[in-house]
């Protein structure tokens, strides 16, 4: 481990951060571009087989950048993505941001350091930087913005050169070190471990746009919603997000013991996929999604009397059809993705006769990702993390992420040696609880090991 690791480690001051050497190289979870095309034509496009661990130079700071030393990340959806090269290779993405050239022509790489969460500790500010110094424990947007441009200023997610950090651009999260701009920076949880902080932002943001947002849903009290994938690490939060909001979360899982997860974060109604016959991922015919759109009505309004204001899909074409059938006269589905395929088929008439919406969505721009961490730092929202691995097994995090054997989020241990460490407020967390801040694992303390279910 090289100097400037160890001193963030010891706890070290701000000028000792300084006088370290900042390293020529470091640690990263990176693919190459000689591999892009490694799994192509495989039918089991294992990420374990793309994923490389080791060391990257370190790139320049921009003046608008600083310099994290990670303790720790987690793993997205876009980490897969990156892996299998599918649906598009990310070679080209920082191909076509380096042709700007200037700063950005340092992301044009051979290898591509990936993720799009982080905490950590500054170790080096730009010459531009003004609200944030060397020593200062950070989160991370996994939004970049160009502040030069006016859509930017109306809503960061409009500019045109909005892009991903770690996925649309290099120097990600799963590492030892990350590259990020200022203007993506958050002051970190203070009551929240390095693992727990580092495995929020780019999914509860989301959810909180989608929901909450002047461009999303605008829940607002009673408001009956209902979130498919409601275990995941989108539906978790979406499910706090609701019951913040006086509404009324509908989740539907896959399994009991999602179920019994489900509950426990105080979902008011709980479905299990197989009560409506939903046994697949693929697309359904016409027929089959009335008669499970039908089915899948009757429990709700069972349940709670009407038919719901709001449907939370990222599933995409195997439940799409459904949610715009489901949803009631002019109510809203609003989508961020499409985990099971982005081809999707609905009748329009349920749609356009009814009034109905749907709304796009995607990531959050920075004021809506500073409301969303303090609902964090207020203990309105808790981590969904269900485990951790460390650095070196990145591969079987991402696995167990690409196949869904999951629930909520899996995080990363990255310069943290072990979990539970980063918490400078420990009367909030003792307050707030340790099993309360952490809903998806069993806890007895906040030292919580590794691959803790």
């Not at 089991?44 to 130079?57: A, Q, Y």
């Not at 010459?127 to 424990?137: F, I, L, N």
């Not at 958050?186 to 929240?192: G, I, V």
């Not at 849903?217 to 989108?234: E, F, N, P, S």
Request: glycine share 12%; with cysteine; aromatic share 6%.
């Amino acid at each position: 481990m090289d100097s400037l690791a160890e001193a963030v480690l010891s706890g070290a001051t701000a000028d000792q951060l300084e006088r370290e050497k900042v390293p020529s190289t470091y640690v990263a979870v990176h693919t190459r571009i000689e591999d892009a095309d490694l799994l192509r034509g495989v039918e089991d496009k294992d990420v374990r087989t793309s994923l490389r661990i080791g060391h990257v130079p370190m790139p320049e700071l921009a003046p608008d950048e600083v310099l994290v030393a990670v303790m720790a990340s987690s793993v997205n959806y876009n980490t897969v993505w990156s892996a299998t090269g599918e649906p598009v290779s990310t070679f080209g993405f920082l191909e076509r941001f380096g042709r700007q050239g200037g700063w950005a022509s340092r992301h044009d790489q051979p290898y591509h350091v990936l993720g799009s969460d982080a905490s950590g500790v500054i170790v080096r500010v730009g010459a531009g930087v003004r609200r944030w110094k060397t020593g200062d424990h950070v989160v991370a947007s996994c939004v970049q913005v160009d502040d030069q441009q006016p859509a930017t200023h109306g809503d960061g997610m409009l500019g045109s050169e909005q892009r991903i950090w770690g996925y649309e651009t290099n120097f990600g999260g799963l590492a030892h070190y990350t590259v990020l701009r200022a203007s993506q920076l958050l002051a970190k949880p203070t009551h929240l471990t390095w693992e727990e902080s580092a495995s929020t932002m780019l999914t509860a943001a989301t959810s909180y746009r989608m929901l909450v947002g002047e461009r999303g849903a605008r829940i607002k009290q009673g408001d009956i919603v209902l979130i498919w994938g409601a275990t995941g690490g989108l539906g978790g939060f979406a499910v706090q997000l609701v019951k913040n909001a006086g509404g009324i979360p509908i989740g539907v899982v896959s399994s009991e013991a999602k179920a019994q997860l489900l509950r426990g974060l105080g979902c008011d109604v709980v479905i299990n996929r197989s009560e409506i016959g939903l046994d697949g991922n693929g697309p359904l015919t016409p027929e089959r999604t009335v008669e499970l759109g039908k089915r899948l009505g009757r429990i709700i309004r069972k349940e709670v009397g009407e038919d719901p204001h709001v449907v939370f899909d990222f599933i995409g074409q195997a439940t799409f059809g459904i949610s715009v059938f489901v949803v009631r006269r002019g109510g809203s589905v609003v989508t961020c993705g499409s985990s099971t395929g982005y081809q999707h088929q609905f009748d329009n008439r349920y749609l356009w006769m009814n009034l109905k919406r749907i709304i796009g969505s995607h990531a959050a721009n920075l004021q809506e990702q500073w409301e969303c961490n303090r609902l964090f730092q207020l203990g309105r929202l808790v981590p969904v993390l269900s485990a951790v691995y460390p650095l070196d097994e990145v591969g079987e995090a991402a696995r167990l992420v690409q196949t869904n054997r999951h629930t909520g989020k899996v995080g990363v241990l990255s310069l943290a040696p072990e979990t539970g460490l980063g918490v400078t407020d420990p009367e909030l967390r003792g307050r707030i609880g340790a099993q309360r801040l952490n809903p998806f694992r069993a806890v007895d303390n906040a030292r919580i090991p590794a691959y803790a279910a």
